[in-house]
């Protein structure tokens, strides 16, 4: 029997996909579920595919006898507890010291480090954050790696062949066609799930921006889903472009088979997580590292769970709004979609800086050009400003904070004021905008030379002694003002 190269433990949607993306590009794969209908679905399908060679295992010890040595094993389950119990049951059939297990799950980062080093000298523990939904794991995913860079060496050929790809202009490419691969070596064990935990977090706050243009337009300007769907295809030709706008698009064009309303107004206005963006935005906080727009997403998304309260807070509380003369759509239309654009580059900056910020204190010398490379294609936030944000990167390395880099800067010089006239038409309309005004203030905060936290700081010494430092001397002095005391004496701490 031919040796498979890989095996994927786990056949689920994206287990199933991750195969037969494989099988397509040439590689012998191997594949066990515990659930039977996963496993003959995925054995049915990679039948069909007859550039591979596909061998469906019956039990663990069966998987492992498939596999050329060392073996490459990849995890499609749920993050958390079932990794272990993978792992532990691949020990138990017997998994060598120099084989090599892969979690592609949304695992915790802090989870990838603790693994490595609870499992070091039993098998060889990497992983990969997999961006871009079924479709992508199908068809030509983002994939985010760390972890031993021997076993890196051992999966970089099948991970860059399955990868999604861009042109030198960093424009997706058709698979199968010729282009740099989304995927790479990102560094020590966690780096890569700590960058798809940013991605994620980038993500919900993307969303949240591109739906409250939806209600701006539909609340202040009284369109129609299919009106602003029309509106989001336009953009989505210039600086706006990406698949989350592409979809939304597509969804607002879309009507309900069942009604033939316009199908966005049948979903109920509850939205899900499953904890990746609650990730970014606590590890923001811990970080000191001010992520308010992603943050912003996350809390949009809890209050839109608060379906009740909601309904009852907009019968029982009335508050005065102004009425906005509007005498030409296009222009209001114009400053949103400048705010769009501001808002989506102030959100990259965010995660950036915060994964800059988690590198420096690992010490994980993260290629942050490298990161915007791979997220061009395959994952859910691909958008072409990421091409501008790699050149950034290139062109300075060490760069301290994304808008100080003069092309993204300058974009948000020449459309501020549209920026700004949207978040004083949603404010006075009474429409919620947590996620451009966020953006803004970021931006405005980033820019304040002399900030009104010397006010914040002589509070804090005056109800609870913390001290300050003084304008006039080295900052690292402190003093403490006795406010008590009739003479009010400076004492240096």
């Known amino acids: ?95 060598e010291p120099d084989d090599i297990v892969v979690d592609t799950g949304n695992s915790l980062w802090t989870d990838s480090e603790r693994r490595e080093q609870q499992y070091h000298g039993r098998l060889r523990f990497f992983s990969t954050a997999v961006s871009g939904g079924e479709e992508g794991a199908r068809h030509g995913p983002a994939l985010m790696a760390s972890g031993d860079k021997s076993a890196w060496s051992a999966i970089k050929p099948m991970w860059e062949a399955i990868a999604a790809k861009v042109d030198p202009n960093g424009q997706p490419v058709a698979p199968f066609h010729a282009g740099e691969p989304c995927a790479a070596y990102l560094g020590q064990a966690g780096a890569g799930h700590y ?64 009604t033939g309303q316009p199908f966005v107004q049948v979903v109920l206005d509850k939205a899900g997580q499953k904890g990746t963006g609650l990730w970014t935005a606590v590890n923001s906080l811990q970080e000191g590292e001010p992520a308010p727009t992603i943050t912003q997403a996350v809390f949009a998304r809890a209050q839109s769970a608060q379906k009740g309260q909601r309904v009852e807070a907009s019968r029982t ?84 904070h994304l808008l100080f880099a003069e092309p993204l800067a300058d974009i948000l010089a020449q459309k501020s004021v549209g920026w700004r006239q949207t978040v004083a038409n949603g404010a006075l309309a009474g429409v919620p905008l947590p996620g451009i005004s966020s953006a803004l203030s970021y931006v405005d905060a980033l820019c304040t030379e002399t900030s009104p936290a010397n006010l914040l700081q002589a509070q804090r010494d005056y109800f609870g002694s913390h001290t300050y430092a003084r304008v006039d001397c080295d900052e690292n002095r402190t003093f403490h003002l006795t406010w008590h005391d009739p003479v009010q004496r400076e004492t240096p701490m």
């Open 195 to 258: 960058v798809k935990m940013v991605h994620n977090g980038i993500e919900y706050a993307d969303m949240q921006l591109i739906c409250e243009a939806y209600q701006l337009m539909t609340d202040l300007l009284g369109m129609t889903p299919d009106e602003i769907g029309k509106v989001f295809e336009r953009w989505n030709q210039g600086a706006l472009n990406s698949y989350l706008m592409e979809i939304s698009a597509d969804i607002l064009k879309t009507a309900d088979p069942v």
């Open 1 to 95: 029997m031919t040796k498979s190269d890989i095996a994927l433990v786990g056949l689920g949607v994206m287990g199933k996909s991750l195969a037969l993306n494989l099988l397509d590009h040439g590689f012998a794969v191997s594949g066990y579920d515990l659930n039977p209908v996963n496993r003959g679905r995925a054995a049915n399908e990679g039948a069909l595919i007859d550039r591979g060679v596909y061998f469906d295992a019956e039990d663990l010890q069966a998987l492992l006898g498939s596999l050329s040595t060392p073996r490459i094993l990849v995890l499609s389950v749920p993050a958390g507890d079932a990794v272990d119990i993978a792992i532990q049951s691949l020990l138990d059939a017997g998994l």
């Open 317 to 400: 509380i009335k508050l005065p709004t102004v009425a906005i003369e509007i005498r030409d759509n296009n222009a209001i239309l114009n400053g949103i979609e400048e705010a769009l654009v501001c808002a989506k580059i102030a959100v990259y900056a965010q995660g950036f800086a915060l994964m800059k910020a988690k590198s420096d204190h690992q010490g994980w010398q993260l290629d942050l050009a490298k990161v915007a490379r791979i997220w061009r294609a395959g994952c859910i936030i691909r958008a072409g400003i990421l091409h501008q944000i790699a050149q950034a990167f290139d062109a300075t390395p060490n760069l301290r």
